[in-house]
């Protein structure tokens, strides 16, 4: 009788957690990253910004070591200079600055305002660009050069992702990976 009990009673405590989880597709609420997921969305949601790069040929490099306590915090997709550079997504240009390490760098934030992806060393953006642009995921925003502090031998594409803070500043953030979100969805290992 008992056991019958706890038996019963356990198959419905898992019935009401199947039924909870089944309410939110990711199992958690809005907003909240689940862990070990970087950002909000599945992976192989982001347009790949180099035309002619497989998501497979990609290379992990964000925690690759720049100085003693830094790490690179972003990928490189290697190109010749003037290839052009697509959005990553839809969303809005905020700016475009040119900075000494980054060059010619575009920040644009997706559509929901929470992330700003970050382009650098480019040779010169799309004609007609300008901050306050609305984009699609695609578009050619700009062309692939080695400006900032890239190495002239090595023309490339730095591509950043940052969390924005509740004042949505442009310039700061915390940096998230973007390597999984070029992946396609059935190669992340979860
Ligand atoms: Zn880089």
């Not at 957690?17 to 909000?40: E, H, K």
């Not at 080695?146 to 031998?153: E, I, K, M, Y």
Request: glycine share 10%; hydrophobic share 40%.
């Amino acid at each position: 009788m008992a056991r019958t009990f706890v038996y019963t009673f356990t198959a419905a405590v898992l019935a009401i957690c199947t039924a909870i989880f089944a309410m939110s597709p990711s199992g958690v609420a809005d907003g909240a990253s689940p862990p070990g997921l970087p950002v909000p969305g599945p992976p192989g949601v982001l347009h790949i910004p180099v035309p002619g790069v497989n998501a497979l040929e990609l290379r992990d490099s964000y925690e690759d070591p720049r100085g003693p306590d830094r790490v690179h915090a972003a990928i490189d997709i290697m190109a010749p200079t003037g290839t052009p550079v697509l959005a990553v997504d839809a969303g809005v240009i905020v700016k475009l600055f040119d900075s000494k390490p980054g060059g010619l760098t575009i920040y644009q934030f997706n559509p929901a305002g929470e992330l700003a992806y970050y382009y650098a060393h480019l040779d010169r953006y799309a004609d007609a660009l300008q901050e306050g642009d609305r984009v699609e995921p695609g578009q050619l925003i700009g062309y692939v050069g080695a400006s900032g502090n890239a190495d002239p031998t090595a023309p490339h594409l730095h591509f950043a992702i940052f969390r924005l803070g509740p004042e949505k500043r442009w310039w700061e953030g915390t940096p998230l990976n973007p390597y999984p979100l070029f992946q396609p969805p059935e190669t992340i290992k979860q």
